[in-house]
């Protein structure tokens, strides 16, 4: 089992560009999670897909999107990339119905320029 | 949002040492998950606490569930030299399907 995986792993994009962060997961989790980690801060909450077919706002939803594209993956999108969004993104699942560890990737380091 | 204060921030430690670390909360949580995460890679999951007083090893580590239900605890014994790294709280409020975070505990572990 290869878990949680990402990609990319490293992403330079210019101000206004736009980009999709890919997930998946092979653990037939029913939760999914996306995080943006900055320098000396904890993990932020950006969505959530607590089962299929469904996501919710997380702390910091501004600026993105997402899609549960099935019960495997879940993607982000940044549409108009901003350099306040320069971050290292984390996706995490959870079987999420009666245990609620979260597992996560090993993120994508992206600079907006 | 949700607040939740890990201490301390960073710790300096001699090999062989052992560690305490702790985050509390103004809410009252569900569940607790502790992480380690190195440089350049993903939170790792320490542990899993469940139960308000629920006392959980794995290893050297040790971690328990406040029995306020608004904090938890994690020890090391022994300490090596890869105990280094950051290790993180969270926390998940009743009725809810997310988590938060702390901002981290840093560990230094000088050989």
């Known amino acids: 089992n290869a878990g949680v995986t990402q990609t990319p792993k490293f992403q330079v994009l210019k101000t206004g560009q736009s980009m999709t962060l890919q997930c998946a997961q092979d653990?037939?989790?029913?939760?999914m999670y996306w995080y943006r980690q900055d320098p000396g801060m904890g993990l932020r909450l950006i969505y959530y897909?607590?089962?299929?077919?469904?996501?919710d706002k997380g702390e910091v939803p501004n600026g993105y999107n997402v899609s549960r594209l099935n019960k495997r993956e879940f993607s982000l999108r940044l549409e108009s990339a901003a350099p306040s969004q320069t971050s290292v993104y984390f996706c995490?699942?959870?079987?999420?119905?009666?245990?609620?560890?979260?597992?996560f990737g090993p993120g994508t380091r992206l600079t907006v320029t | 949002g949700q607040q939740l204060n890990q201490s301390p921030q960073s710790m300096f430690i001699q090999e062989g040492e052992d560690v305490s670390m702790n985050c509390t909360s103004s809410?009252?949580?569900?569940?607790w998950l502790w992480y380690k995460q190195d440089p350049g890679e993903g939170p790792v999951l320490l542990i899993a606490?469940?139960?308000?007083?629920e006392l959980t090893s794995n290893g050297r580590l040790t971690a328990q569930f406040g029995i306020t239900r608004k904090d938890s605890f994690l020890n090391i014994s022994a300490s090596i030299p890869s105990d280094v790294g950051i290790y993180f709280c969270?926390?998940?409020?009743?009725?809810?399907?997310?988590?938060?975070f702390g901002s981290g505990t840093k560990l230094n572990v000088k050989p």
């Open positions: 969270a926390g998940r409020p009743s009725n809810f399907n997310k988590f938060y």
């Open positions: 653990m037939n989790h029913n939760s």
């Open positions: 809410s009252i949580f569900n569940t």
């Open positions: 606490l469940y139960k308000a007083g």
């Open positions: 897909s607590a089962s299929e077919g469904t996501t």
């Open positions: 995490a699942s959870s079987e999420g119905t009666i245990r609620y560890e979260q597992y």
